[in-house]
């Protein structure tokens, strides 16, 4: 496995709408070896998420998992999954807005709003069809790289730049200002 170069805001290649992924294609050695470079791409840099483009190639696939840190603190935990032409559709019409980040923008988290629950078919690595119910952070998760997959990066997504943060402020910052928010409404 590689550890791949990821590509970082204002590249082209982040803005650019992917092409699906032929099914005969997938099982092809090259196309095996793209997802495995991605999911240690991925690992490397700790992302809970990494699509195609942000590997610099432009087709409809993704790869997702998040480890919890401490599974006694109850953080979230998505297993490994590989998305190849993914589709989504909202279930309800509950919006949630909470932190994001993305390994193509770096050291910023803002505040984004996406779907609670959500319906997604795709194909897995072995080609065949995936078809699951998404909630919260996994929906979340989804979302965001779904939308890369469309050139849609999570800045475009928020709807006030205002709560757009640097890591180094937000561990001291962020809470505060959800509080705030919250109280003004
Ligand atoms: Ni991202």
């Known amino acids: 496995m590689r ?10 290649v ?4 992917c092409a699906p992924v032929p099914p005969e294609e997938i099982l092809r ?3 095996q070896e793209l997802i495995d470079d991605m999911t240690a791409t991925m690992r490397e840099n700790r992302g809970a ?9 432009t087709r409809q696939v993704c790869v997702i998992e998040a480890r919890a840190e401490d599974p006694e603190d109850g953080d979230p935990e998505i297993p490994f999954l590989v998305l190849i032409n993914p589709e989504i ?16 923008i770096d050291d910023l988290r803002g505040l984004v709003p996406r779907h609670q629950k959500i319906q997604v078919k795709a194909l897995g690595r072995d080609g065949k069809k995936l078809s699951f119910k998404a909630a919260k952070f996994f929906a979340r998760v989804v979302q965001h790289e779904v939308d890369h997959l469309n ?3 999570f800045l475009d997504r928020m709807k006030d730049l205002k709560s757009l943060m640097h890591l180094q402020e937000f561990a001291r910052h962020g809470r505060d200002y959800e509080t705030r928010r919250r109280r003004a409404r």
Do not use: M
């Open 3 to 12: 550890l791949l170069q990821v590509s970082k805001l204002g590249n082209p």
């Open 14 to 17: 982040l803005r650019t709408p």
């Open 29 to 31: 050695p090259e196309f």
């Open 49 to 57: 998420g990494l699509a195609a483009p942000q590997v610099f190639v």
């Open 89 to 104: 559709s909202a279930i309800g019409d509950e919006v949630v807005e909470d932190w994001e980040g993305c390994l193509s």
């Open 151 to 153: 050139g849609v990066l």
